[in-house]
């Protein structure tokens, strides 16, 4: 990886600080991300939820899916996308790994 590849993008930490199976929140440009390791990949999303604000973090993970620890909609946490037919989805956010520091993208994806 290129130092202009990673232009729009911050550390957030080490990949040993978020074992596989665990999430942790980050903080990029302000705004309040959710990082979660599935086996051993990395995922970021908003981490509010879009129902009433609950703290995506601290749900519970299931495969690629968390659930909101207020009223349990579900997430995709590679997409963002909500899976539980509740309409609700939230932004998801680009990562790159180098030499073991973990990058996230200061830029959402598109849904
Ligand atoms: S706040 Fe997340 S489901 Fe209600």
């Not at 509740?86 to 830029?107: F, R």
Request: charged residues 20%.
């Amino acid at each position: 990886m290129n130092a202009k590849s990673l232009d729009q993008f911050v550390v957030v930490g080490r990949v040993d600080d978020i074992p596989s199976g665990t999430s942790r929140m980050v903080k990029v440009n302000g705004k309040s991300i959710a990082l979660f390791n599935v086996s051993g990949k990395f995922f970021a999303i908003n981490n509010i939820c879009p129902h009433k604000g609950g703290p995506l973090v601290k749900g519970k993970l299931k495969g690629y899916v968390v659930g909101c620890p207020w009223h349990h909609l579900q997430f995709d946490v590679r997409s963002g996308f909500g899976t539980d037919g509740g309409g609700y989805c939230v932004a998801s956010y680009d990562i790159q790994v180098n030499d073991d520091e973990i990058y996230v993208s200061s830029k959402c994806r598109d849904l």
